[in-house]
């Protein structure tokens, strides 16, 4: 079962800040944050591991609540560049579920 | 360094005829993963290997679809015969490991469309 995302979709304006949620109906170990741009392949922003670890290097930051199995992917001071679709992605062993994205339009 | 590297990167061919995609993973990355992306359903695992050996099939959607990974550094999905509805873009992503903690890098797809 894939993991639920919130909002379908939003609309920015340059320097706005949006919240992308993710929540899954099974216990979490990680959560995986891909972006992906209109026709190219997802690109890998962040990992948030259990206990807090977090690994990435976007300037785009997230939280994981592991009790209540979400995430949430945090555009601060949004830039044109974000413009895509995210994705988050659980992980069950060697293998991640994708949710079904959030399409995010920020516009100058 | 080379990223996944995918053949063709467009592909329109007939209902019933055979597809074959390839992909190249990044050298020394030991799991092989193949997506499939669509509006409705959108990116689906389909099959992963690891070390060549094929480890969980359970997302090909049915016997037309099969994979193949001859050596570390190729792979082949095949449709064979292709239907409309098999019209999507497929990925083909590899991991250095598994496990919850790594990283999947994904090549830039092939849009297939059958007529």
């Known amino acids: 079962q894939q993991p639920v995302q919130s909002p379908q979709a939003v609309i920015l304006r340059e320097g706005e800040d949006a919240v992308i949620n993710c929540s899954s109906s099974k216990a979490l170990y990680s959560v995986h944050w891909y972006r992906q741009k209109h026709g190219e392949a997802p690109v890998f922003l962040m990992i948030l591991l259990k206990g807090g670890e977090q690994k990435g290097h976007e300037k785009i930051s997230a939280s994981f609540n592991e009790k209540k199995q979400q995430s949430s992917l945090y555009l601060t001071a949004s830039q044109l560049s974000y413009s895509g679709t995210y994705f988050c992605?659980?992980?069950?062993?060697?293998?991640?579920?994708f949710g079904g994205g959030t399409r995010v339009l920020v516009k100058p | 360094d080379a990223g996944v590297i995918q053949s063709p990167r467009h592909e329109v061919t007939e209902m019933g005829q055979e597809v074959t995609l390839r992909c190249k993973p990044i050298?020394?990355?030991?799991?092989l993963f193949w997506y499939r992306q669509t509006m409705m359903r959108g990116l689906e695992l389909l099959i992963y290997?690891?070390?060549?050996?094929?480890?969980?099939d359970s997302g090909m959607p049915e016997d037309r679809f099969s994979a193949k990974m001859p050596n570390a550094s190729f792979s082949t999905l095949k449709i064979q015969p292709s239907e409309p509805r098999d019209s999507a873009v497929y990925f083909c992503?590899?991991?250095?490991?598994?496990?919850?903690?790594?990283?999947?890098?994904f090549g830039p797809g092939t849009r297939l469309l059958v007529l």
């Open positions: 050298s020394g990355h030991d799991y």
């Open positions: 290997f690891n070390n060549n050996v094929p480890i969980d």
């Open positions: 992605g659980q992980a069950a062993g060697n293998k991640l579920t």
């Open positions: 992503a590899s991991s250095r490991t598994s496990g919850y903690q790594e990283t999947q890098y």
